[in-house]
């Protein structure tokens, strides 16, 4: 169509001639409403931005003379993010004379890896660069990952039902009386074995 020509048959329609492909020869224009236009546009980027997977990294600082308890924290906190599906950079940083004993180090960020097994895996072995040793890890696939141990230890423990009775029924829970078995809140009664002797 004339250019004159569709220009007029959107006027006529009170809608606008948009130009959709330029490089396409003819180029190819559509008679539409530009903000209708312009609004499912934006629609269709949002929603593709929705889909894409954001890959966050985390990072988790470590020093050779880390405390067993402090390398514990730091460990629960990378298997929290693994299990979110972050990517995780493991900084052991090396001060002053540290450097001189770069094993001690080396020893450290293997063990923490190995602790991390089962969750994620290093994108490359743990190198050294400058006064710290950097290594990269990646999460594993959900059906090859461990759970995560703060979930299993939030599920609630499981119900002690009564056992049934030969006859389908629950047995009834008995209470002794006896003045000897009962105990106070400090444990066992200690007059349960003593006699008052009684005037006759």
């Not at 299990?83 to 004993?101: I, N, Q, S, W």
């Not at 293997?110 to 660069?129: I, T, Y």
Request: charged share 30%.
């Amino acid at each position: 169509m004339d250019l004159a020509a569709a220009i007029n048959l959107a006027r006529q329609s009170t809608v606008d001639l948009v130009e959709i492909a330029a490089t396409a020869v003819p180029p190819v224009c559509r008679i539409v409403d530009y903000g209708k236009f312009k609004y499912e546009l934006s629609k269709k980027e949002r929603d593709s931005k929705k889909h894409q997977a954001v890959n966050l990294v985390k990072e988790v600082q470590l020093s050779p003379r880390i405390d067993p308890h402090d390398l514990g924290i730091k460990r629960e906190h990378t298997i929290g993010f693994l299990c979110e599906d972050m990517k995780v950079k493991a900084t052991l940083r090396f001060r002053g004379r540290e450097m001189a004993h770069t094993e001690v180090g080396k020893e450290v960020m293997n063990k923490f890896l190995e602790q991390l097994a089962p969750w994620g895996h290093p994108d490359f072995p743990p190198k050294l660069v400058g006064k710290a040793i950097n290594v990269m890890i990646s999460p594993l696939p959900k059906n090859k990952r461990a759970k995560n141990p703060k979930e299993v230890d939030l599920e609630p423990p499981a119900k002690e039902t009564d056992k049934p009775a030969s006859n389908g029924k629950p047995e009834p829970v008995r209470v002794s009386t006896d003045a000897a078995s009962q105990s106070d809140s400090f444990g066992q009664n200690p007059f349960s074995g003593l006699s008052v002797p009684t005037e006759g």
